[in-house]
């Protein structure tokens, strides 16, 4: 199957601070990429869907202008977290889709980013 | 709306056990994509398998089976023989079959497999 990398894999940052969780697709071109959120012993929800080249579309109750989404190319999507507040914590997961051409519209995951805000 | 519903919290099984992990669903859609998923402890999602709403055919993969119920808006998971690497936890999703396809889960089931 394909390849979807997420860099970091973990990362720790103090209250107040800003952090980017990359997105990549290795060996196909996304046209969508998913953002989900998993909170300890709970399930994945889904945050924003990106689409290359156009701005990402937020599920209600998940604030845009501190989750900032950016699909800047067919191979990698960025969530910028501001201002991360120890709430913010969390495992997040992305996921990528390609045309039915490149993939078949199966949605490949990323292996996760674990948040700890201090 | 969809819905995922996995009722089982927490399971705990006897190594060779066999293991049956519940799944209902609800959508308005008349086609649609169901979806297992394993997530061990390392938090990396591991894909088991993807089921078309028309396609209602059981599936066998070595010890691991599902079975569909399109009547009962369920699709419930068997692993037979449990083995301890099975730990983990499951989770249920589904999709639309058309558009966006983002994936709803269900809250996830955890596997315990006691040697």
């Known amino acids: 199957g394909a390849v979807v990398s997420q860099h970091p894999s973990w990362v720790i940052c103090k209250s107040g601070t800003s952090v980017k969780i990359e997105c990549r697709s290795l060996?196909?071109?996304?046209?969508?990429m998913f953002w989900y959120r998993q909170f300890p012993k709970q399930s994945l929800m889904l945050m924003a869907t990106?689409?290359?080249?156009?701005?990402?579309?937020?599920e209600q109750g998940v604030e845009k202008d501190k989750f900032l989404i950016n699909h800047a190319s067919l191979t990698l999507s960025t969530l910028t977290v501001t201002s991360a507040h120890p709430e913010d914590s969390s495992f997040y997961i992305c996921?990528?889709?390609?045309?039915?051409?490149?993939?078949?519209?199966?949605?490949?995951f990323g292996p996760g980013t674990r948040l700890t805000v201090t | 709306a969809q819905k995922v519903t996995q009722a089982q919290t927490e399971i705990s099984v006897v190594e060779k056990e066999d293991v049956t992990l519940d799944c209902v669903y609800e959508?308005?859609?008349?086609?649609?994509?169901l979806f297992w998923y394993k997530q061990p402890p390392s938090g990396e999602l591991v894909f088991l398998i993807r089921?078309?709403?028309?396609?209602?055919q059981n599936e066998i993969s070595g010890r691991y089976s599902w079975n569909f119920q399109k009547s009962t808006s369920s699709f419930n998971f068997t692993i037979t023989a449990s083995q301890v690497v099975d730990s983990a936890v499951y989770f249920c999703?589904?999709?639309?079959?058309?558009?966006?396809?983002?994936?709803?889960f269900g809250s996830g089931t955890r596997l315990q497999v006691q040697p």
């Open positions: 996921s990528a889709r390609g045309d039915a051409e490149s993939s078949s519209y199966e949605q490949y």
């Open positions: 089921r078309n709403s028309f396609d209602e």
């Open positions: 990106s689409n290359e080249g156009s701005k990402a579309t937020y």
């Open positions: 959508t308005r859609d008349t086609t649609y994509y």
């Open positions: 999703a589904l999709s639309a079959y058309t558009g966006r396809r983002a994936l709803t």
């Open positions: 060996d196909f071109q996304a046209t969508t």
